[in-house]
């Protein structure tokens, strides 16, 4: 039988360990807002992509797997910095706005893919 100062310490543990994963969880959060704000610019490892979804550039979408859960999906182009900005980009879609299909083993991915809308002959 468990008794009553067993159950209060486990509680009292689980207390500790609940201000220990939201205090690491703030960080995280606050080092990535940092990270933005100085203008990141993230390597393919750090991205997390769609599956299929391309920004009008031709590059895929793509997200910082370290963002948090009101992030968006952004041109992968411009998060690695080697966008070209004299052609159109997506605007950041809102995670909770827009339902992009992640990358997946069954779905496929956009990494690595670029298909830019070919320009009409003038
Ligand atoms: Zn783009």
């Not at 041109?75 to 992009?100: E, N, R, W």
Request: net charge negative; proline share 3%.
């Amino acid at each position: 039988m468990i008794t009553q100062e067993q159950y209060d310490a486990a509680v009292a543990q689980r207390k500790d360990a609940e201000q220990v994963i939201n205090d690491f969880h703030k960080q995280r959060q606050e080092a990535f807002d940092q990270r933005m704000k100085a203008g990141a610019i993230f390597t393919d490892d750090e991205l997390y992509y769609s599956a299929t979804s391309l920004c009008p550039c031709g590059h895929g979408l793509a997200y910082p797997k370290d963002c948090g859960a009101f992030h968006y999906w952004d041109c992968s182009a411009i998060l690695k910095g080697i966008a070209d900005m004299s052609v159109q980009h997506t605007d950041q879609l809102p995670f909770s706005m827009y339902d992009v299909k992640g990358e997946s083993d069954y779905r496929g991915t956009t990494r690595g893919v670029f298909r830019p809308r070919t320009r009409e002959a003038t």
